[in-house]
């Protein structure tokens, strides 16, 4: 699934392409993935309208418009990308958005898996307002996010899952940030230090602020609205290098599961003190 490093990769791409643009018309061909709304009441609902602003907020785009906002989740296999209206149709296009410009934003999915949905201003807040933190703000302090893991005794790594948490962070960044930060994944939240926590805090912006300028990492789907695979999975330092050195002292990085979720990190420089 696309994580933070992606989804704002797509976003900054496709928002000056989008920004003042009005959408005169939209198209739709999987209604389940609109659900609960239907397609008809999506399309009524922001045909004509002028789009203000594309955001992120954790793994969702949100285009903002006059009124209300067009969300939008990749989930595995989503894709963005604008073009002329009147191009050639790619096999597995889901949705269109036609512009006034002549343009076009396109949803491609070939699994289905993501979705479309259109939230007022009074709706928005009950859908993405228990997301966490934002990472690439870095708008939270040391004794705030030391308050928060102070009775958490899951696991640091499946808690970076956890988007109440820090809101975007999903399985491959959080083995590369707990690496950054030489902290076991299976230490419990609670027990880190005070200099744990400040280096967890320093890994996850560093992290995810060099995926960002990598355009993201491509594993199997991903690819930009340019039509450009991400090129930071080439600086991965543990995920799936399992059996392979650790860049840091040479010792083989290791793979576990937790929570379902294949963990890769090195015993060596992550011993769980």
Known sequence: MPELPEVETVVRAIRPRLSGRRIVDACFTVPRQLLPQTDRQIRRAIKGQHIRDVRRRGKYILVELQK?????????????????????AH?????????EDGHELVFRDPRTLGTISYATPKTIDALVGKLGWEPLQNDVDLPTVREKLRTRRTPVKPL???QRLWAGIGNIYASEILWEARINPAKAAASLTRQETQRLMAAILDVLSRAVKKGGSTIRDFMGPDGKAGAYQKQFRVYERAGQPCLRCGSKVIRIVQAQRSTYYCRVCQKKR
């Open 91 to 99: 096999a597995h296009e889901r949705a269109w958005f036609a512009l």
């Open 68 to 88: 209300g906002v067009l969300m939008i989740h990749l989930r595995m296999t989503g894709r963005l990308y604008v073009r002329p209206v009147g191009q050639p």
């Open 160 to 162: 970076l899952l956890d």
